[in-house]
């Protein structure tokens, strides 16, 4: 039987300690329903880091991480109907709901009490093979080499999604927290929508790629307007005050990412009075994806990434906690 290999988060700890063990294993087969993914390239998000650090209880004991993988379909399983071996696909972080729930049917599938998540309760992509319910994979748009296209699935997709939360007014001014993969990927689709888009970043590294792609102005403190809309992108819950203290009357700031350390606490007047809004968001629906992919397809999308051989997945994960990734961090096998 062919091996393959794949990274495990063998014991979820400071990444100093190195939770992850890259193993040999036998290829995964596809169960019906699912479809054999051959991983082209696989981005590393910083829910991997936070799976890996025990910041998320553990879903799944030895498990692959990966959620935003781009490959190739290797095999079929029974009773898959619209792929064909060789077409180029996307598997992401939500790879299950129940389509039954509340939530389900109200059309917020990413809210299902019993989803399932791609890295996390499933193997994902730091391997050369990963399986993924057809049924939740995406096509993926021409013009973008596979290394490119990685990131777009989560970093890209959430990034999205918070942009949709929100509700920017047209020709809005939407301040960007923190930029690296998922913000430098938002505030493009922003800016191709007519915002201004001020971004607050400390490091200088960050600061130029931000002018680069347009933005309004890049800094490390307030912005210097008043804001329609912001996202938090920096997983830094300090920051949570000085975001709603930076919006303008009516405005509306969303933490996009999964984990946020501690929130200090707010002044109703200084911070949620005019009615300012703060809004979480959690996960996608497969139509946030779609949208996402063909918004990408219209408007080329430039995207900064840096390429690890998927040996180097333990040094991706920790680069990333250290800060010193440019754009996103890929697994090339
Ligand atoms: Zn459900
Ligand atoms: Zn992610």
Redesign the pocket.
């Known amino acids: 039987m062919e091996t393959t290999r794949a990274w495990q988060v063998d014991r979820p700890g400071p990444i100093a300690e190195q939770p992850l063990r890259l193993v040999t294993r036998p290829r995964p087969e596809p169960a019906p329903g699912e479809l054999l993914i051959r991983v082209l390239a696989s ?1 590393v ?4 880091l936070h799976v890996a650090e025990g910041d998320l209880p553990v879903h799944r004991a030895g498990v692959v991480p990966g ?2 993988v781009v490959g190739e379909v290797a095999a079929l399983g029974g009773g898959v109907t619209g792929y064909a071996t060789g077409d180029r696909v996307g598997v ?2 939500l790879r299950h709901t129940c389509g039954e729930c509340v939530y389900c049917r109200r059309g917020a599938e990413n809210l299902c009490t019993r989803s399932r998540y791609t ?1 996390w309760d499933a193997d994902g992509g730091y391997a050369d093979y990963t399986v993924a319910p057809a049924d939740y994979v995406y096509r993926l748009p021409g013009g973008y080499s596979d290394a490119e296209l990685a990131p777009l ?3 890209g997709i ?1 990034g999205y999604r918070a942009l949709r939360r929100v509700e920017l007014p047209p020709g809005g001014r939407l301040g960007v927290y923190g930029f690296g993969a ?1 913000a430098h990927l938002a505030a493009q689709v922003a800016l191709a929508e007519g915002a201004h888009v001020p971004v607050v970043t400390r490091p200088p590294a960050a600061q130029r790629p931000a002018h680069d792609l347009g933005a309004t102005s890049a800094g490390g403190d307030r912005p210097p307007e008043p804001l329609d809309a912001a996202i938090l992108f920096a997983p830094v819950g300090v920051l949570v005050p000085a975001a709603l203290a930076a919006l303008d009357r009516g405005g509306t700031l969303a933490v996009a990412g ?1 984990h946020l350390t501690d929130i200090p606490s707010l002044n109703y007047q200084d911070h949620l009075f005019q009615e300012r809004q703060l809004r979480s968001v959690t996960a996608n629906t497969r139509a946030d994806g779609r949208d996402f992919l063909a918004f990408c397809a219209a408007h080329r999308l430039s995207v900064t990434t840096t390429p690890y051989p998927l040996s180097s997945a333990d040094q991706a994960l920790a680069d990333l906690a250290a800060g010193r990734v440019d754009g996103a961090a890929v697994l090339v096998p």
């Open positions: 981005g998000c910083r829910t991997d959620h935003e992401a972080w890295g699935l989560c970093a959430i998922s999964i």
